[in-house]
Nanobody
Framework: QVQLVESGGGLVQAGGTLRLSCAAS????????MAWYRQTPEKQRELVAR???????NYADSVKGRFTISRDNAKNTIYLQMNSLRPEDAGVYYC????????WGQGTQVTVSS
């Protein structure tokens, strides 16, 4: 099993920044790809950014150039640096890890005021 704990969400004004963290524990040697997803009441959970074990990243078009996903293997943690936040970036952000199974964190709320 893998456990994921997110932190760093909160309320920010449009144009502001937040950094989300996701710490993994448990059977972390099985993890290949980790990612951040976002869910709102209007939309299904959607991919925001992904990073694989080799460090290759990919992003949703809506966040390219503003968000950066990174990985600290020594701390078993991934981060999502979110800059120039927009109201449409708001939602519950979930950390995801793909190993033997698909694992999810509990989510952290991001609210962006206009």
């Amino acid at each position: 099993q893998v456990q994921l704990v997110e932190s760093g969400g909160g309320l920010v004004q449009a144009g502001g920044t937040l950094r989300l963290s996701c710490a993994a524990s448990g059977n972390i040697a099985t993890i290949s790809t980790m990612a951040w997803y976002r869910q709102t009441p209007e939309k299904q959970r959607e991919l925001v950014a992904r990073i694989n074990s080799g460090g290759t990243t990919n992003y949703a078009d809506s966040v390219k150039g503003r968000f950066t996903i990174s990985r600290d293997n020594a701390k078993n943690t991934i981060y999502l640096q979110m800059n120039s936040l927009r109201p449409e970036d708001a939602g519950v952000y979930y950390c995801n890890a793909v190993g033997w199974y698909n694992y999810w964190g509990q989510g952290t709320q991001v609210t962006v005021s206009s």
